[in-house]
């Protein structure tokens, strides 16, 4: 079989409610586009009839239709690094379940990609998620860009649209966390962003707690960049400069005043202080020391139970 011209991916945890609406749009869009495609699923050990859903799917459009199953619960990303690693065009497309990101904006990204450019990203244009959530979103995006030098408008965007050499070199990362947007950024020659519409959510909730979102992003810093842990060397020769002065500063009034009991509380709240910012720093080696344990042991990023495709 000649391998089609686009692969979308979309990986699926628990969708069991908005899966039919998600086939009865994505494949008329991607039929309009007048290309070959292929619909790579990725089932993220679903708890739900998501599975049996997407097996139905399969049945009813073998020839264009793929689902790799994960043996457990491995995460989104881990499910996009497998639909990369078995999906066959020379672009691909990754795209929410949820419908949150219209499948009738990817001939955008295509249009973009004809244009030249080997990685496009999407920057959602009137959002419909919480303000905490665009509040902490613009906070990351500023922090992020400091530290790494990654340029991404709207990293939480999952509509993207990626050529196959950008592909490939992200799947020869063998990195344990892994953002796959920075990847590309990093591995793209000509990379670009183009504003999508955005939609409510067609059914069930967000996979994303606020936690998920703050280790997500701590993996995207400590992931790309050591800047942290030079920023806090940096915060402890300042602190210890200080501290230092601070001390002598004590025992000049010690010689020159006497024994005083007032600043009994001021001491304190130094030393709570400063050991605020001691917990912080071995908060933050344990962070970048947790990351080489996890990749040292080589586990499998994840297991593939079954995989349904169309015999060639």
């Known amino acids: 079989m000649n391998p089609p011209r686009l692969s979308v991916i979309v990986p699926v945890y628990n969708e069991e409610a ?29 708890g739900d009839r998501s599975a049996a859903l997407l097996r139905r799917q399969f049945q009813a459009r073998p020839e264009c239709t793929r ?11 881990m499910a996009i690094m497998a639909g990369f690693e078995h999906c066959r065009g020379q672009r691909i497309v990754t795209l929410d379940a949820d419908l949150q990101n219209p499948p009738e904006e990817i001939g955008k990204l295509l249009e973009a990609m004809d244009r030249g450019h080997d990685y496009v990203g999407t920057i959602r244009q009137g959002r419909r998620d919480n303000w905490w959530r665009r509040w902490a979103s613009r906070a990351m995006n500023r922090l992020r860009e400091r530290i790494t030098h990654i340029r991404m408008t709207d990293q939480g965007c999952m509509l ?29 020659r000509n990379p670009t962003e183009v504003p999508v519409r955005h939609e409510e959510r067609a059914a069930g909730e967000s996979k994303y707690s606020l936690y998920k979102l703050i280790r997500l992003n701590f993996d995207l810093v400590t992931g790309f960049s050591v800047a942290p842990l030079q920023m806090f060397s940096f915060v402890g020769i300042v602190v210890s400069l200080l501290s230092t002065l601070f001390v002598i500063y004590l025992v000049y009034r010690r010689l020159a005043v006497g024994p005083e009991a007032e600043g009994v509380f001021t001491l304190f709240a130094i030393i709570f202080l400063l050991i605020g910012i001691m917990l912080f720093g071995i908060g933050l080696l344990g962070e970048y020391v947790g990351r080489i344990y996890q990749q040292v042991r080589q586990r499998p990023r994840y297991v593939v139970q079954a995989v349904l495709e169309q015999a060639s």
């Open 18 to 46: 908005g899966l039919a609406a998600l086939f009865a749009r994505l494949y008329p869009a991607l039929d309009a586009l007048g290309v070959s495609y292929e619909v790579v699923f990725v089932d993220d050990g679903s």
């Open 67 to 77: 689902v790799v199953f994960f043996k457990g619960n491995f995460g989104q990303h």
């Open 160 to 188: 993207r649209a990626y050529d196959r050499d950008v592909v490939e070199a992200i799947t020869q990362s063998r990195e344990v966390n892994t953002f796959i947007p920075a990847l590309a950024y990093l591995y793209a």
